[in-house]
């Protein structure tokens, strides 16, 4: 993620399933192109620290959201992308609707690009459980990811390397969107 610009300075979060109960998540603060194993903390999915002198991540309640609604997750990544911040901020819309992209087969129950597929777009809010209160409703059935306005895009997978793989695709995604509006 630090290879593709989506987490400059400290932006960004990054969090795993340990078990049934537990994620890792990083640490508050911390460059996550520079991680060392003291960066990731152990978090309950009510958000809370195992170890309650540790600071995870101000956003580890959008994370512990996704992880309670479905098991199959095993991690989320969240990234500030030039391109996802400045599309959501282009627009009012409540949503990113994408539709004819082959790459839109890299998510999980999409096998064509005769798909639309619907990235709920979200107003930033620094209070986040009212945020998280928010994005609950739009969470059922799970979109192929989420973006806060004028902060980043919300992806998950099964575990890392793959919820990376559709992180990647969503940017791609929402970089050909950028593109496309630039043409028009």
Not at 51 to 59: G, R, Y
Not at 86 to 115: C, M, N, Q, W
Not at 159 to 172: G, K, N, P, Q
Request: hydrophobic share 40%.
């Amino acid at each position: 993620m630090d290879a593709h610009r989506w987490v400059p300075a400290s932006s960004g979060n990054l969090s795993a399933r340990i078990d049934r109960s537990t994620i890792g998540i990083t640490r508050s603060g911390v460059h996550k192109g520079r991680l060392q194993p003291a960066d990731i903390i152990a978090v309950g999915l009510d958000g809370l620290a195992v170890d309650p002198t540790a600071k995870p991540s101000a956003e580890t309640l959008l994370h512990c959201q996704l992880y309670r609604m479905d098991p199959a997750i095993g991690a989320v990544l969240h990234g500030h992308s030039v391109e996802a911040t400045a599309l959501s901020l282009a627009t009012d819309a409540e949503e990113l609707v994408l539709r004819d992209y082959e790459i839109l087969k890299a998510f999980p129950g999409i096998g064509t690009h005769e798909v639309v597929a619907h990235v709920p777009i979200f107003d930033n809010d620094q209070d986040i459980a009212r945020l998280s209160m928010r994005i609950a409703p739009s969470l059922t059935p799970l979109p192929i990811g989420y973006i806060l306005r004028g902060h980043g895009v919300y992806a998950w997978g099964p575990d890392v390397e793959r919820c990376f793989w559709r992180l990647e695709a969503l940017e791609f995604l929402i970089s050909c969107e950028c593109e496309r509006r630039r043409m028009l």
